[in-house]
């Protein structure tokens, strides 16, 4: 048993690239990590890895033997998952990852009131505006807009936000207010930095592409919305963030305009489609996102 859990935890330090990473994957302390792949070394008379203050890397033998570390590791994960899926409640660790604003805003709030619910599930949440890896993470969930770019991930949509033209009223004072698709192209921009950079709207039939461009970028979605409000220039928001806001503290502009929604999804590795836990709080985010304005 010792060799199988230090098999397990070789393999998951491998995967992590730390062991404080790894530590934090299994919810055990770093000394804890470090001090099993350490006794495995031993038990097995090999070094496995090459540590420096910096960095791990895997000797040649390392390489060799985590090959079959990863297998029974997977098959530990496989083995749990169908236990898991027997049980009328779900149990256990639930990792889970989403952009920053979204994540404080509508995530953790409805993650609350679901461990409220299964007061069993544990959460690990990372609210990260970086396109993770859910394998190399170790992730359960990512929440992500679309469109998706191709992978061997499952995917699930949850909801649709529909996005509008805003901009702070003391922005347009200064450079006028655009009341033509035209004229979007000579505004300033608060830009997001995913975002491709040509709008396309649409409106009784006929379409429209104009090229955005702004003095500010941001892979952050809070952080939009304040140059937006602070008078930086027009901002593509959700639209639920125009109606949260103190009436006339923003502006919505050509309404009469269509734009293709954003579509959110949740994003899961096969094998965690198997999991009651998993099943059923992608379920729960897709009811309640699907309800809000």
Same mark, same amino acid.
């Given at each position: 048993?010792?060799?199988?859990?230090?098999?397990?935890?070789?393999?998951?330090?491998?995967?992590?690239?730390?062991?404080?990473?790894?530590?934090?994957?299994?919810?055990?302390?770093?000394?804890?990590?470090?001090?099993?792949?350490?006794?495995?070394?031993?038990?097995?008379?090999?070094?496995?890895?090459?540590?420096?203050?910096?960095?791990?890397?895997?000797?040649?033998?390392?390489?060799?033997?985590?090959?079959?570390?990863?297998?029974?590791?997977?098959?530990?994960?496989?083995?749990?998952?169908?236990?898991?899926?027997?049980?009328?409640?779900?149990?256990?660790?639930?990792?889970?990852?989403?952009?920053?604003?979204?994540?404080?805003?509508?995530?953790?709030?409805?993650?609350?009131?679901?461990?409220?619910?299964?007061?069993?599930?544990?959460?690990?949440?990372?609210?990260?505006?970086?396109?993770?890896?859910?394998?190399?993470?170790?992730?359960?969930?990512?929440? &992500?807009?679309?469109?998706?770019?191709?992978?061997?991930?499952?995917?699930?949509?949850?909801?649709?936000?529909?996005?509008?033209?805003?901009?702070?009223?003391?922005?347009?004072?200064?450079?006028?207010?655009?009341?033509?698709?035209?004229?979007?192209?000579?505004?300033?921009?608060?830009?997001?930095?995913?975002?491709?950079?040509?709008?396309?709207?649409? &409106?009784?039939?006929?379409?429209?592409?104009?090229?955005?461009?702004?003095?500010?970028?941001?892979?952050?979605?809070?952080?939009?919305?304040?140059?937006?409000?602070?008078?930086?220039?027009?901002?593509?928001?959700?639209?639920?963030?125009?109606?949260?806001?103190?009436?006339?503290?923003?502006?919505?502009?050509?309404?009469?305009?269509?734009?293709?929604?954003?579509?959110?999804?949740?994003?899961?590795?096969?094998?965690?489609?198997?999991?009651?836990?998993?099943?059923?709080?992608?379920?729960?985010?897709?009811?309640?996102?699907?309800?809000?304005?």
């Amino acid at each position: 048993m010792d060799d199988l859990r230090g098999m397990i935890t070789f393999a998951r330090v491998v995967e992590s690239g730390s062991f404080a990473e790894a530590a934090r994957k299994l919810g055990l302390g770093r000394a804890a990590i470090s001090h099993q792949v350490k006794l495995l070394e031993d038990r097995l008379g090999i070094r496995l890895l090459h540590r420096s203050t910096r960095s791990l890397s895997l000797t040649h033998a390392g390489e060799d033997y985590y090959q079959s570390c990863k297998r029974i590791s997977e098959e530990a994960e496989a083995a749990n998952r169908r236990i898991q899926s027997l049980s009328d409640e779900p149990v256990g660790r639930i990792s889970l990852t989403c952009s920053a604003n979204f994540g404080l805003k509508r995530i953790v709030p409805l993650l609350s009131q679901f461990r409220h619910l299964y007061p069993k599930i544990e959460l690990d949440v990372e609210l990260t505006d970086e396109v993770t890896d859910l394998v190399k993470g170790g992730y359960d969930i990512a929440i &992500r807009s679309g469109p998706l770019l191709d992978s061997d991930m499952m995917s699930k949509k949850i909801c649709s936000t529909v996005r509008r033209i805003c901009a702070a009223p003391a922005y347009l004072e200064s450079a006028g207010t655009p009341t033509e698709p035209e004229e979007l192209a000579s505004h300033n921009w608060v830009t997001y930095s995913r975002h491709s950079g040509v709008l396309s709207l649409n &409106r009784d039939g006929r379409s429209y592409k104009v090229r955005i461009t702004g003095p500010i970028r941001t892979n952050n979605a809070g952080a939009r919305l304040q140059f937006v409000l602070g008078g930086h220039g027009l901002g593509l928001l959700p639209e639920h963030e125009f109606w949260e806001q103190p009436k006339g503290n923003l502006v919505m502009l050509l309404p009469e305009y269509e734009m293709a929604p954003l579509d959110l999804f949740a994003v899961y590795p096969p094998g965690a489609a198997s999991t009651l836990k998993v099943r059923m709080l992608i379920d729960y985010l897709a009811e309640h996102l699907s309800k809000a304005r």
